[in-house]
């Protein structure tokens, strides 16, 4: 049995010709396959491309599947030097990948922080423009409410010069009587 290096021990590169002549027969694409098995979507893909190792479980599962009685049958034990330079390239992208997975919670963290800032930024704002239209509404209603006392004042204004117009009229027709009544009482 193969014996891979430095990763799981009892995992198995896949004899790929092997699995997908068997599947051709069969009349069997990867997907189906996948969903048959319950595997992961992509799992049967990666694989047959050399970039994944089948654990001893899914490859017992894959050889019941195939009708196989045994499942070294499906193992590539002398996988060619580009297959492992696959393996390899897949491993150190993983790598990179989880790395790049470590990296990113510090960033959501501070993403979240930012967001939370901006948020009390936004209600501080909303809390200013509400507070500037209160006092507008205010300044707006005192406005309103002097123009209507103005207005008032004005008809009350217009009133007593209309009251003082007649006083006067009536004293000036007074004394035009009292001119005439000694103009002619002469």
């Not at 189906?32 to 491309?49: A, F, I, P, R």
Request: charged share 30%; hydrophobic share 30%; net charge positive.
């Amino acid at each position: 049995m193969y014996k891979p290096r430095n990763v799981k021990e009892n995992s198995h590169f896949i004899n790929a010709k092997v699995v997908k002549m068997m599947l051709s027969a069969m009349g069997k694409t990867e997907r189906q396959v996948e969903e048959d098995l319950g595997w992961s979507t992509t799992s049967l893909k990666l694989y047959l491309s050399y970039k994944s190792k089948l654990s001893n479980d899914r490859l017992n599962q894959l050889a019941t599947y195939l009708h196989q009685d045994n499942p070294s049958f499906l193992v590539n034990y002398n996988p060619t030097k580009k297959q492992l330079k696959k393996y390899q390239e897949e491993q150190e992208r993983k790598i990179k990948q989880k790395e790049k997975a470590k990296a990113e919670p510090a960033n959501n963290e501070l993403t979240s922080k930012l967001l939370d800032q901006l948020v009390a930024l936004i209600n501080a704002v909303n809390k200013l423009e509400q507070t500037q239209r209160d006092y507008s509404n205010d300044v707006i209603n005192q406005f309103q409410q002097i123009k209507q006392s103005n207005s008032v004042i004005n008809e009350k204004i217009d009133k007593l010069i209309e009251i003082n117009d007649k006083h006067q009229n009536y004293l000036v027709g007074e004394l035009n009587k009292i001119k005439l009544s000694n103009h002619f009482n002469r």
